[in-house]
């Protein structure tokens, strides 16, 4: 049974606590199929319950046309306070069909972002080159990250590779003009952002020794860019990383999200191998990410110790998990009590507001450190 076939009879379930974990593991996966998305977006827009947490997890594939009807639908239906949800999920979707449907989203977009797809859709090569010429040099005159800049610049980056503006030759060049410098210029990340977007295996041997770098803008491409090859060839260069402080957070998120027995196998020969408690941490929630029962016994051995967990509940993951798998466990119990008693305690960190812009552990944080939001303000 495949990882999708194992969760899917759960996508719609009353239990907050699994449905959260799924949605946790879906969030960088780069294979999740369109009847999954669309049964989620559904559910978001019938449960008022469930609507902050589906909208905040979930990724989309931006060629994905039909959500266009679905998430307008959601903002009908919802408060104020939820349409921001739904408006960063338009907001992820193809230029060209955001243009396509211009009439039904004017409202959600700025007078700017027409502007800018007016040009993507319509403009010429030279036009749509120049316009991503200027925007790297603002990219590159900015003191701090700008996610709104960046994101525009990925938008054109995505014309580019749509309209075969750009050739391979040219995304290697970039890479390859940036692997001697201390630091990635915003060049070198779009282009692999664009790696990304091409699916190309001749550039793992160059992305995976970047897996060192202190640069989370330029890892999460590198990491999405791996993990959109979805090849045991990606698990077996990466592996190693896995052993290293400077590299195993991103480099235990790629194999976490290639799903195969051998990323699997992976991952459990690196649980025995690593002391760092950190690091058990993240690959123990990568193995219960694949909701796989080959990963059974190191899950096992980690949550019988009852260890101390920082990043996630240990609880609700390995509640969550065994649930998923069908198997029972002594500490089940235990780990439901544990989940109430969780749920229910004061918590002194503000609520996270709907308001603002959807962000998942893996994203990088919206303070502006540049920094994965669980390294971070989690």
Known sequence: ????????????????????????????????????IELLIKEAN??????????????????????????????????SEYRQLYIQLLKDLNPNIVWKNKDALEPYFSKDEWQLFDLLVNGTREDVKREYANILIKLEAEQAFDGVLYKQAKKIALTLVENNWITEAEIAKSVEGNIEKQW??????????????????????????????????????????????????????VSPYLLKEES??????????????????????????????????????????????????????????????????LAELAYSYYQLIGTSHPLFDEWVETIEEERNAPNDIAELSVNVE????????????????????L
């Open 248 to 313: 195993y957070l991103y480099a235990t998120s790629i194999i976490e999200n290639i799903k195969s027995d051998y990323a699997i196998d992976v991952l459990r020969k690196a649980y025995h191998q690593v002391e760092d408690d950190e690091n058990k941490e993240m690959i123990i929630e990568a193995l219960a990410h694949h909701v796989s029962p080959k990963a059974e016994p190191e899950i096992n051995d980690y949550v019988s110790k009852r260890p101390v967990t920082f990043y996630y509940s």
């Open 184 to 237: 990635f210029d915003y060049d070198g990340k779009l282009a692999i952002y664009m790696i990304s977007l091409i699916k190309s295996a001749r550039f793992i041997p160059q992305l995976v020794p970047l897996l060192v770098r202190d640069d989370d803008v330029l890892l999460e491409e590198v990491a999405a860019a791996l993990i959109s090859l979805q090849s045991d060839e990606v698990v077996a260069a």
């Open 1 to 36: 049974m495949t990882f999708l076939e194992r969760i899917t009879p759960f996508l719609n379930t009353e239990d907050a606590v699994v449905q959260e974990f799924i949605l946790h593991a879906l969030h960088d996966y780069s294979e999740t199929d369109r009847k999954t």
């Open 358 to 377: 959807k962000v998942g552990r893996n994203d990088p944080c919206p303070c502006g450190s540049g920094k994965k939001y669980k390294k971070c303000c």
């Open 46 to 79: 019938q449960n008022e319950e469930k609507r902050a947490t589906i909208l905040l997890y979930l990724s989309v594939d931006p060629n994905h046309e039909e959500l266009v009807r679905l998430l307008t639908d959601g903002i009908h239906q919802s408060s």
